[in-house]
């Protein structure tokens, strides 16, 4: 998520990543994971044809009260810069 102030101006930015976790897919047990521990796992990953809904919030400058905000999804691979965009959001938000 980047926000942007209506000249340009880069104000706040923000990134959030999904994985799919390691497990037997038979229960929520993680199996040879992170540190090769075994634990409960949060699911973090899209779930294909499920709506997820997020959250961010910025502190606006002070005098600023409209920023164009723009949501980028891509789909990263295993190396780093390797990022393939899906789908791009970009909306007026106002405080008016």
């Known amino acids: ?3 942007k102030t209506t000249n340009g101006k880069e104000i706040a930015k923000e ?3 999904y994985h799919p976790q390691a497990t037997t897919q038979r229960d929520t047990t ?3 994971g992170a540190q090769w521990k075994v634990a409960y796992v949060r699911d973090t990953s899209l779930q294909p044809y499920q709506t997820k809904a997020e959250t961010f919030e910025l502190m606006l ?3 600023v009260t409209t920023v164009d ?6 789909y990263e691979l295993w190396k780093p810069g390797q990022k393939f965009p899906i789908h791009t959001v970009t909306e007026r938000v106002t405080l008016d």
């Open 69 to 74: 905000v723009t949501v980028d999804l891509f």
């Open 15 to 17: 990134s959030k990543h």
């Open 61 to 63: 400058p002070e005098g």
């Open 30 to 32: 993680m199996k040879y």
């Open 1 to 3: 998520m980047t926000a």
